[in-house]
Nanobody
Framework: QVQLVESGGGSVQAGESLTLSCAAS????????MGWYRQIPGKQRELVAA???????HVFDPAKGRFNVSRDSAKNTVTLQMDALEPTDTAAYFC?????????WGQGLQVTVSS
């Protein structure tokens, strides 16, 4: 079992920045990928950003160009830096870890962006 502990999130104005962090309770050396999804009420969860074991970083539209994802393999953490936030970024953000043929989830962080 792996626990994911998230931190960050909150409420900001449009154009501001937030940083989300996620720490795994054990080594992620052999992970397949780790990153962040988000979910708006009434909609499906969507992948925001991820990093693979081979060190490839992905940021998906509409966050591309505004968000960055990074990983600290020594600390088993992944961080989502969100800049130029827009009201449409308002959602619950969930850290995930894909490892050992299982997907683990954090409890979620609320991000609210007001105009």
């Amino acid at each position: 079992q792996v626990q994911l502990v998230e931190s960050g999130g909150g409420s900001v104005q449009a154009g501001e920045s937030l940083t989300l962090s996620c720490a795994a309770s054990r080594s992620t050396t052999y992970m397949e990928s780790m990153g962040w999804y988000r979910q708006i009420p009434g909609k499906q969860r969507e992948l925001v950003a991820a990093v693979t074991r081979s060190g490839i970083y992905h940021v998906f539209d509409p966050a591309k160009g505004r968000f960055n994802v990074s990983r600290d393999s020594a600390k088993n953490t992944v961080t989502l830096q969100m800049d130029a936030l827009e009201p449409t970024d308002t959602a619950a953000y969930f850290c995930y870890l894909r490892m050992d043929l299982r997907t683990y989830w954090g409890q979620g962080l609320q991000v609210t962006v007001s105009s």
